[in-house]
């Protein structure tokens, strides 16, 4: 139904002529619905001023629609800790891999983090920069280019890089603070053993460690390490007959949280853009507690 106007006045007065056995309450429900356009212009104001010449038109009630939205992305289940262009810096939970191995797993939490960062960009990427053990929680960083990825990689070789660890081990280390400098081969089968400082495969591994605190029983200790070899803090604990919690694998005779209690606390290194030092934490997991 349309009219044109032939008298200067507020909208509603049209509507009410186009509609004679209408109420107020209706035909201003017809204008908050959208339903009536001025000049092909809907218009919800009852109060809108119309010329001599306008068009007036009530178009036909719209059909409900019931329409279901799509189904909001599921968040990813990671806890983000820092992010920029750059970088992405996480939390990495316990039993969880860093990378796929071998085997080709589908979750791991590099897997995770090209998940989340694919919600802003489908062509970003995110590339492991190092790793932690699957027992092992605590800071990761990932670098989101390639350049970011040699620099980072390039202060971890030249150990610049600042690593603690806290770690929960049995029993008290004798002596309470010191450096544990040995040197480690893995097998075919990814076994670490402790070998002659002139094997051939042999990898020095250097822990500086110190206990925080003691009850009967264990230990808390923070340890910070030179370098990143595979099982490294482990076996330094092994070395000092304090095994770390949960720790079957290197001499542990207790596991009452079901994971190994070895977390990495701090990374602090210079940022690959700014050239600024950075520092990231991750809060003790309650196993600790």
Same mark, same amino acid.
């Given at each position: 139904?349309? &009219?044109?106007?032939? %008298? ?22 017809? @204008?908050?619905?959208? /339903? ?36 909001? =992305? ?6 983000? @800790? ?6 992405? $810096?996480?939390?990495? =939970? ?14 791991? @939490? ?20 190092? /790793? ?10 990932? &670098? ?8 980072? %990689? ?39 053993? &402790? $070998? ?8 020095? &591994? ?25 099982? +490294?803090?482990?076996?330094?604990? +092994?070395? @000092?007959?304090?095994? $770390? ?26 940022? =690959? ?17």
């Amino acid at each position: 139904m349309e &009219a044109m106007v032939e %008298q200067d006045g507020p909208l509603l007065g049209v509507l009410q002529t186009l509609h004679p056995n209408s109420s107020t309450t209706t035909l201003r429900k017809m @204008l908050t619905q959208g /339903r009536v356009t001025v000049n092909d212009s809907v218009v919800h104001r009852a109060k809108h001023e119309v010329c001599v010449g306008d068009v007036v038109k009530v178009l036909p009630r719209a059909k409900a629609e019931e329409i279901t939205p799509p189904p909001a =992305p599921t968040p990813v289940d990671i806890e983000v @800790l820092f992010e920029d262009e750059t970088l992405l $810096v996480v939390n990495k =939970p316990a039993h969880q891999l860093s990378v796929a191995t071998d085997r080709l797993e589908v979750d791991t @939490l590099h897997s995770r983090c090209v998940e989340h960062i694919k919600r802003s960009d489908q062509n970003a990427w995110c590339f492991i920069v190092h /790793r932690l053990d699957r027992e092992t929680s605590g800071v990761m960083v990932l &670098a989101k280019t390639k350049d970011a990825k040699r620099e980072l %990689q390039s202060q971890f070789a030249e150990r610049s890089v600042h690593r603690l660890y806290t770690a929960k081990v049995e029993g008290r280390p004798d002596p309470v603070t010191g450096t544990v400098r040995t040197w480690l081969m893995e097998d075919k089968h990814l076994n670490v053993k &402790a $070998v002659n400082p002139d094997h051939p495969r042999g990898k020095e &591994a250097i822990s500086h460690y110190s206990v925080t605190s003691s009850d009967e029983s264990t230990s808390m200790v923070d340890v910070m390490i030179e370098t990143g070899r595979r099982h +490294q803090i482990r076996m330094a604990m +092994q070395h @000092l007959g304090s095994p $770390v919690v949960g720790d079957e694998r290197h001499g542990a005779a207790t596991n009452p949280q079901g994971r190994i209690l070895l977390h990495a606390s701090a990374l602090e290194f210079l940022h =690959p853009e700014t050239d600024d030092p950075v520092r990231f934490e991750a809060p003790l997991p309650p196993a600790f507690s």
